[in-house]
């Protein structure tokens, strides 16, 4: 049996749009299965929290197997990951093609979103990932100075782990006054220079943290093209991604 790692992995697609999809026993099935082979496996325990976490939860069961894992103790898994991918592009030796066909990512996507869809996810994930509305909000001058003072500020923040479980002790980006999108500087009108690998002209998305948190970034990439006289064009109407939404990663982590 050849490890499926050992030559490109094939990714299935996703049938996100039919009702077993987000059947929540046959999800359950999938989640018991896949994180069997994972526990007799375990290198990926350096990843992420999720894996430590599925490994804890199985080594302090009574079975010392998943079987002895309480299925509602799945969603602590499903909580820590955040889709990076890591685990399937670099580590696990039974994507596919391999028959055990273990798709760690897609698994983990599909459980967010039954959990979504069943209404189990909380106002602090809900707010913390919409992230462009929460920019918008906090990139008024006035505002951002409050923001910024209050997400430093000692009594807050345990006020702020206490209401929304963002742990006191993390670390938050600060909000800018002025958004990168408000202060794009347009590109000089310079000819296009065709590379040999490139057309010679740029189009930039800001992102979220680029546009509300650090539009230094942004500025400094606009320089360096400026200085190689590349033209560029901001996207016009840009929007977030929505990769929080997906992730939605555990603040108190």
Request: charged letters at 25%.
């Amino acid at each position: 049996m050849r490890e499926g790692n050992l030559e490109a992995p094939t990714r299935h697609p996703l049938d996100w749009k039919s009702a077993a999809f987000y059947d929540e026993g046959k999800a359950f099935e999938e989640l018991k299965r896949v994180f069997d082979i994972c526990h007799g496996c375990r290198p990926c325990v350096n990843l992420c929290t999720a894996f430590p976490t599925l490994f804890d939860l199985v080594d302090a069961s009574s079975t010392l197997e998943v079987d002895g894992v309480a299925k509602q103790d799945y969603w602590k898994v499903v909580d820590q990951c955040y889709l990076c991918d890591t685990c399937y592009m670099t580590k696990c030796p039974y994507v596919p093609p391999h028959p055990w066909n273990v798709d760690f990512l897609h698994l983990m996507l599909r459980a967010k979103a039954i959990k979504f869809r069943t209404g189990e996810v909380g106002l602090r994930d809900k707010l913390l990932s919409s992230t462009d509305a929460m920019g918008k909000l906090a990139t008024i001058p006035v505002v951002a100075r409050m923001v910024n003072a209050v997400n430093k500020n000692g009594f807050s923040r345990t006020l702020l782990d206490q209401t929304l479980g963002v742990h006191k002790d993390r670390e938050l980006p600060e909000y800018a006054s002025s958004t990168f999108r408000s202060s794009f500087q347009e590109s000089k009108s310079v000819p296009v220079k065709d590379g040999k690998n490139t057309p010679g002209k740029v189009a930039i998305f800001s992102t979220c943290y680029v546009n509300y948190n650090e539009p230094g970034m942004g500025h400094d990439l606009l320089a360096v093209l400026a200085h190689n006289e590349i033209p560029y064009v901001l996207v016009e109407k840009e929007a977030c991604c929505g990769m929080p939404k997906l992730a939605r990663e555990g603040m108190r982590s």
